[in-house]
């Protein structure tokens, strides 16, 4: 059986787009091929800047003959109608069958090759590819325009057609050439590019460049790699150098000037010194003359960040910090003055409720008025990646306690999802007050985000004060840090840091439904349910189950003792008051008094006082449960 | 010896003429960027083909350096190309480009990488690159969506040049002050001096309530000429607000609680004049 190639030849791509290519042409293609009647025995998908690639292995030759049948009119329809129906079918109306009152037009469809059906495979498979934005071209709309198609079953060219393009034999070799690459079959794709010297497998490249980076002692701190092998088709590792006298400079600055933008590759010896040398991934071109033109692009940009490093020490960090009141901060959250200004009494309260000392608190007040100078500098206006980091720069500058620079460098963090939360106590303090002031304003003016969009990163704001409260087992009151309408948006950042630990939905579902609305706490009910999950659990989900149905919309109150005739209720009322309420092992307890109450004591009695008791006693129970996790939420 | 400054723009000039452009001219007054000039903003509304090439002065009034900096200037100059509809061999077109100024681009690394464009007071974004050649950025390419809040049908390509940029790194010198604009004479004899008075004028001395007045003035006139028919002159003076606010904004003198006012008040004109032009252009009521 035939293997079928498809290679959809593309403008350069988004790097972010070919992972999304990679991962989903699999699926679609076996899908299409699927649904057309002749499935592969496997698809795999080969990703490069200009090329998505699907092969799909062992394909039928065909799809056998189907017998279709389709109902028509009512046999007793007037002629006019069976005729019409029979034509519509490529039948005469002598041809219909007649059964259960109506005509049929019946065929037994004859076999299909594979080679009729894979343009349409080919086509289908195109269409379903989703991106998260898509442009117009006159021809179509993808990621970026489609220019060619090569389409192979077998040794066989399949003239698919997508965007205008028709497919046919050829491919073509890397920029800036444009010779056509013929292709054999799916089987000798790979090779017939890599003797163009294209890498289309990601792989390949992934790994050629990890092992150069080994080589040459290359780092990666701000994570470009994944970016970089899918900016390149033929890549070439150059190491180059720049003047030994910019590594004056503070670290980061030399180090954000080879990463952000340039994706370049800082070397450092094995004693950990940066070098004044840089690994280049390029995309061909004669390597003497790539290296110079990046080595004066960097020198360029180190020009700049000396440049601007210079004029801000020479402005001073109390000189930006006065410009905060000109930088507008979100719609209407003012300025990034009033920000800072808000940052103030968030502090006080965390550091109250989290007894923090004099000390962090002092360290972090500071920090909260310094913190934001760094948007107006023109080191951060170059590399907005040194956003915290320049700040803190300038503060040590300026005399301020390391305490209060390290605060000022962490209240970016955690940068991204499972990033470093920040390290100090002040900075951690810092971090929460800004992330939550920047929910809370957003939410307030409407600003939450829809779908995939969120310009103001506010995911990542809440992920971030949910990250720090967990990693500090801090309290941090949620309604006062984010306003009652940004809570759920923050609480819904626990779902992926505890289902990676394995908790369930449900028991976070449970744990949500306690009421709790401190990070920690909501987390801790949830991994306390999960570790307790099993019979004892499932115990009080179902006496938490019998006592919320009984209880209906009773509310709790005060238990008349007097009423109390029974030893099953007055067991179950003694376990209450005995309950401290938190744990779990606790709640075990409860729950066999109240499997003892519901078996002895009928609570629906004539007698409205008793009756009346005894639900408030259910619904006491019911909610002393309920403080632990909404067990409702548990699967029985 | 690498081509000097003019020389490298009349070798772009001869190449894009040879693709059936109309070598128009630089606006009169100022802009931002060439996308701003109405050859490339108001030609690619609607279904006319057109393919124009340009210099244009891109007047930016905060990026002034006081020429201080080797590449940051507050008058810098762009080469654009709009080509409507976009052809199907554009790239190819744009790396022949860089073989015609005299670049072997065989020995280079040029590298198209995402890069996308929006300009909220144009109402108008596109998706495209920005075009390395060894590391160093020289080109804007970007497939127009929209302008002036209209989507665009058929989408146009435009290409921007960064012309300082690009003759620098064909000259091998770092700093533009050394750059050879051609006759013999630098970018220093040539633009130096105006660099510094222009800076000094953005940064320091321009009259901020007369720039306000005139942001209101030319916008009332805006919108009396599309009132009247004539979306061209209406455009005029959208541009002459757009300059207005930019040096009301290199003056520190925008609040943070007017900015978006200013820039949606710019756009409404823009979209007002995008309209009225098409409309006039296509005849549709």
Aim: aromatic letters at 6%.
């Amino acid at each position: 059986m035939p293997d079928l190639l498809v290679e959809i030849g593309c403008e350069e791509l988004p790097a972010a787009h070919c992972r999304i290519a990679e991962d989903a042409l699999p699926g679609l293609v076996a899908g299409e091929l699927e649904r057309a009647g002749i499935p592969a025995a496997g698809v795999v998908a080969y990703v490069a800047p200009r090329r998505l690639v699907a092969i799909a292995s062992e394909v039928p030759d065909g799809r056998e003959a189907r017998r279709q049948e389709v109902r028509g009119p009512r046999a007793d329809a007037p002629e006019q109608a069976r005729q019409g129906f029979a034509r519509k079918h490529g039948l005469a109306a002598e041809e219909l069958e007649e059964r259960d009152g109506f005509v049929w037009a019946v065929s037994e469809g004859a076999a299909v090759p594979s080679a009729e059906l894979a343009a349409d495979v080919v086509a289908g498979a195109i269409g379903r590819l989703q991106f998260p934005r898509t442009m117009r071209w006159p021809g179509g709309r993808f990621s970026r325009p489609i220019r060619w198609l090569v389409v192979k079953l077998g040794a066989d060219v399949i003239s698919a057609q997508v965007a205008g393009v028709t497919a046919t034999g050829a491919s073509r070799g890397p920029r800036p050439g444009r010779e056509a690459v013929p292709i054999g079959s799916a089987s000798t794709y790979l090779d017939d590019l890599r003797a163009h010297g294209v890498l289309v497998d990601a792989e390949e490249r992934r790994a050629l460049i990890r092992a150069a980076l080994a080589e040459h002692q290359g780092t990666d701190p701000m994570a470009k790699l994944e970016e970089v092998v899918y900016l390149v088709e033929r890549p070439r590792v150059l190491v180059a150098e720049f003047p030994a006298a910019y590594l004056d400079l503070p670290e980061r600055i030399p180090i954000t000037a080879m990463q952000s933008h340039q994706r370049y590759f800082p070397i450092r010896t094995t004693a950990g010194a940066l070098e004044p040398r840089f690994v280049v991934v390029a995309n061909g071109g004669d390597d003497d003359v790539v290296r110079r033109g990046n080595e004066e692009v960097l020198v360029g940009r180190l020009d700049d960040a000396r440049f601007a490093y210079d004029r801000d020490r020479r402005l001073g960090l109390a000189a930006m910090v006065a410009e905060l009141n000109r930088v507008s901060f979100i719609e209407g959250g003012g300025s990034l003055a009033d920000k800072t200004a808000r940052l103030g009494p968030l502090i006080e309260a965390l550091c109250e409720a989290n007894d923090l000392d004099a000390g962090v608190r002092a360290a972090a007040l500071r920090a909260a008025e310094l913190c934001k100078a760094d948007l107006v500098s023109r080191l951060v206006g170059e590399f907005s990646a040194l956003q915290g980091y320049a700040g803190s720069v300038y503060a040590a500058d300026a005399g301020e306690p390391a305490g209060v620079c390290a605060a000022i460098d962490e209240h970016h963090r955690p940068e991204e999802a499972g990033g470093a939360p920040p390290a100090s106590p002040a900075g951690a303090v810092v971090a929460l007050a800004d992330k939550g002031d920047t929910v809370r304003v957003a939410f307030a003016a409407g600003l939450e985000p829809t779908g995939s969009r969120d310009p103001y990163g506010l995911r990542r704001a809440a992920a971030g004060v949910v990250a720090i409260a967990l990693d500090r087992g801090w309290r941090v009151d949620l309604p006062a840090l984010v306003g009652e309408s940004g809570v759920g948006f923050v609480l819904d950042r626990l779902e992926p840091v505890l289902l990676e630990e394995g908790v369930t939905i449900e028991e976070l579902r449970a744990a949500r439904g306690s009421g709790a609305t401190e990070p920690a706490r909501v987390a801790a009910l949830a991994r306390n349910l999960h570790a307790f999950a099993g019979p004892r659990r499932d115990a009080v989900r179902d006496a938490y189950g019998r006592c919320a149905r009984i209880a209906g919309e009773t509310t709790p109150g005060p238990v008349d003792d007097a009423l109390l005739s029974d030893p099953a209720e007055r067991a179950l009322a003694e376990a209450l008051a005995a309950d401290a309420g938190g744990t779990l092992d606790s709640a075990a307890d409860l729950a066999a008094a109240i499997e003892r109450f519901f078996d002895e004591v009928l609570v629906m009695v004539d007698d409205e006082a008793v009756r009346q008791n005894r639900l408030r006693l259910v619904a006491g129970v019911r909610d002393r449960l309920r403080r632990l996790g909404d067990f409702g939420q548990l699967p029985g | 010896m690498a081509a000097s400054f003019q020389g490298m723009i009349s070798a772009l000039q001869a190449f894009w003429e040879e693709q059936g452009c109309v070598i128009v001219q630089p606006y009169h007054t100022e802009v931002g960027a060439g996308t701003s000039n109405p050859a490339t903003l108001l030609r690619v509304l609607g279904p006319e083909p057109w393919r124009a090439a340009y210099v244009e002065p891109s007047i930016r009034p905060d990026d002034g350096r006081y020429a201080e900096n080797p590449y940051r200037f507050q008058e810098h100059y762009q080469y654009q190309v709009i080509l409507k509809p976009a052809p199907d061999d554009v790239q190819e077109l744009y790396l022949d480009s860089l073989r015609a100024i005299g670049i072997p681009i065989e020995q280079h690394d040029v590298r198209f990488v995402e890069d996308n464009w929006e300009s909220p007071s144009l109402g108008a974004w596109g998706l495209g690159w920005e075009v390395w050649m060894d590391g160093m950025e020289i080109t804007q390419f970007t497939y127009f969506q929209q302008a002036g809040g209209i989507e665009l049908d058929p989408v146009s390509a435009e290409i921007t040049y960064g012309l300082e940029r690009l003759a620098m790194h064909l000259q091998r010198v770092h700093r533009a002050h050394d750059m050879q604009w051609g006759a013999g004479v630098t970018w220093a004899a040539v633009r130096e001096a105006a660099e510094r008075q222009f800076s000094a004028y953005n940064y320091e001395l321009a009259d901020t309530a007369m720039l306000a007045r005139h942001f209101d003035d030319h916008e009332m006139e805006a919108g009396r000429c599309v009132e009247a028919g004539l979306p061209l002159v209406a455009y005029d003076h959208v541009l002459k607000c757009s300059h207005a606010f930019n040096l009301l904004d290199s003056r520190r003198a925008i609040a943070v609680t007017d900015r978006a006012a200013y820039i949606l008040r710019m756009r409404r004109l823009t979209q007002a004049v995008a309209a009225a032009h098409l409309e006039q252009v296509t005849g549709d009521a």
